[in-house]
T-cell receptor, first 110, second 114 residues
Framework: GENVEQHPSTLSVQEGDSAVIKCTYS??????FPWYKQELGKGPQLIID???NVGEKKDQRIAVTLNKTAKHFSLHITETQPEDSAVYFC?????????WGAGTKLIIKP | EPEVTQTPSHQVTQMGQEVILRCVPI?????FYWYRQILGQKVEFLVS????????KSEIFDDQFSVERPDGSNFTLKIRSTKLEDSAMYFC????????????FGPGTRLLVL
């Protein structure tokens, strides 16, 4: 079955700098890769997703890249702001089931 | 914007008791899910539900768990005899279907088993 690994577990960056979170997956049949942001005490909120026929997708300060050959995908946040502080989860979909990474706690230092 | 809702937000129960967690998915969505997240750990898939039946379930979803869509709007998760290790956040999610794969999550129910 699908296995998703996520790194790092904690990431601390200076406000205004960029943050990159990386994930790898094992099942080459996976074709949908969402990223969720979870703030304390709340449910996960989708921030961006990418499908396997696309290599890169961007939405304002957030971008995701996908390398199907290497089976890894990454989240890039530029010009980080205090409100970006949260736990970020990557996931991979197979047969409409999401398999999640372990999460990355992103800390934005003022 | 339509959203998934869940009730209650918090539930405290005694070990061995039955609990029912309730979800109202987005109205035109066709696929429904339950996930759980033990404190500090990753989100884990429990079960998916489509066309009034379970389509996938994980190893976690044993005979103590059941799901039901009793009417056209609610989607429930029942735990028959709760154990201490059932303490977690439980999230409901739904997908529109028809090729649209984005899962929309509810705010979760925090279950504490004493």
């Amino acid at each position: 079955g699908e296995n998703v690994e996520q790194h790092p577990s904690t990431l601390s960056v200076q406000e205004g700098d960029s943050a990159v979170i990386k994930c790898t997956y094992s099942d080459s049949a996976s074709n949908y890769f969402p990223w969720y942001k979870q703030e304390l005490g709340k449910g996960p909120q989708l921030i961006i997703d990418i499908r396997s026929n696309v290599g890169e997708k961007k939405d304002q300060r957030i971008a995701v890249t996908l390398n199907k050959t290497a089976k890894h995908f990454s989240l890039h946040i530029t010009e980080t702001q205090p409100e970006d502080s949260a736990v970020y989860f990557c996931a991979a979909d197979s047969n409409y089931q999401l398999i999640w990474g372990a999460g990355t706690k992103l800390i934005i230092k003022p | 914007e339509p959203e998934v809702t869940q009730t209650p937000s918090h539930q405290v129960t005694q070990m061995g008791q039955e609990v029912i967690l309730r979800c109202v998915p987005i109205s035109n969505h066709l696929y429904f899910y339950w996930y759980r997240q033990i404190l500090g750990q990753k989100v884990e898939f429990l079960v998916s539900f489509y066309n009034n039946e379970i389509s996938e379930k994980s190893e976690i979803f044993d005979d103590q768990f059941s799901v039901e869509r009793p009417d056209g709007s609610n989607f429930t998760l029942k735990i028959r005899s709760t154990k201490l290790e059932d303490s977690a956040m439980y999230f409901c999610a739904s997908i529109e279907g028809g090729g649209k794969e984005t899962q929309y999550f509810g705010p979760g129910t925090r279950l504490l088993v004493l």
